[in-house]
């Protein structure tokens, strides 16, 4: 089947280059089952290798030519080889977490093949306490974080002796493939015209949103437009290196932190993320006088979008929340951000899913001009780092018997916005991803040690420690 591209998922593919691969990842540590004998991975990757039929989602990768006139558009790969795309890996000794995190950074450094499916997964034995890893990465044209972990939940259980559960990209009702329909370039062009029309008549009322955001972005207030966020390390041009730092703490500290002080989750993490940036930056010497600017995406409402689900697409809108990294004191700090992102949400929920991801689209045109044009340098970044939340399962989850015990987000860096942080929550505990360029952001694995210490600082500032 050959469909068109949607303009979202067209943007993500024509950003990527060499150094800014454009795929989300995501890094899983399973135990073993009772009883699992010495083949068991090889027998977990057999598994996810040998599957019925492949998933649509899976099986397409972007073609343009004459035919489609020039419009980049979604193909099936007719030499579909899923060995290229699921693997059996191995650590190197002594196999710690650490090797593991290397290894994930490698991976995540390679850009997909625009020849094949987007997408790839690992199956990673070698950890010298005897779980097993599968990272996967998927370009975020097929998907975002919250598909990617729909996804993910698609094929686990909470029932520990449940068996036969496939692989997240085996077809979920196999049925008699029908041989791909040939498109003429009148369908595409048809088709293309009918989403610009649907798209016109919901973008009708963004200018009147359009004055309004800027208006806050020129007061220095919260909105989908930044225009005061300070030149740090993180924004400069960056390379296609990546390393990966990770850790997860119980949600129920942060939770009992927003409670005593009246903000919510995410505020609490933003305030995590706030706080170890001052104080890296600090060990540095590098911190910035003005406070830092995060984008901070916010999952639209998929059912009433139509754009993400378990089928792939992104359904994302922006806030660029102020961080408050020029206060020394952490409450100060959290309540900085509970207010900045409250008025950001306010901003949003007066305007329509289509409006929402068009003004987003708006706030991060500086961010892609800025590298395009060689300005770095020159014009201000529009905001220092991106800091997303992406729910996952509350409960223990099995995949044929063994158990999930952590799932960890790797993001996208970009050029100028040399950070991605994200978080994941799974099983009461809320994982941190860091993902960075090699070469702009150094001692990535610092970072953890300073999120452990705003726990504390935030805890103790709340009267919860």
Partial sequence: MVTPIDPTATAFLLAENRSMPMHVGGLQLFEKPEGAGRNYVREMYEQMRDVEEIAPLFLKHPHRSARTAGQLVWKEDEQFDIEHHVRHSALPKPGRIRELLELCGRLHSTRLAWERPLWEAHVIEGLRDGRVAMYTKTHHALVDGVSAMRLLQSVLTTDPDKRGMGAPWAARSPRRRKPAPEISLSDVSATALRAALGITAEAAGLPGALVKTLTKGLRNETSAVSLYAPRTMFNQRITGSRRFAAQDWPIERLRAIGKATDTTLN???????????????????????????????????????????????????????????????????????????????????????????????????????????????????????????????????????????????????????????????????????LTGCRRTVPRLQRFIAHLDGEIDALEKAAGVA
């Fill in 267 to 433: 505020d609490v993490v933003l305030a995590m993320c706030s706080g170890a940036v001052r104080r890296y930056l600090e060990e540095l010497d590098a911190l910035p006088d003005a406070p830092l600017v995060a984008m901070v995406p916010v999952g639209l409402n998929a059912k009433k979008s139509g754009l993400a689900s378990a089928e792939g697409g992104n359904a994302v809108g922006a806030v660029m929340c102020q961080l408050a990294t020029d206060r020394s004191d952490p409450a100060s700090r959290l309540t900085a951000i509970h207010h900045s992102m409250k008025d950001g949400k306010e901003a949003l929920s007066s305007m329509t899913p289509v409006q929402i991801v068009a003004m987003s689209a708006i706030g991060q045109t500086p961010a892609i001009l800025g590298p395009l044009l060689r300005m770095q340098g020159i014009v201000r970044p529009p905001y220092n780092l991106i800091i997303s939340n992406v729910p996952g399962p509350r409960t223990t989850h099995y995949w044929n018997g063994a158990r999930l015990v952590g799932t960890y987000p790797l993001s996208i860096p970009i050029n100028g916005m040399g950070l991605n942080i994200t978080c994941t929550s799974y099983d009461g505990r809320l994982a941190f991803g």
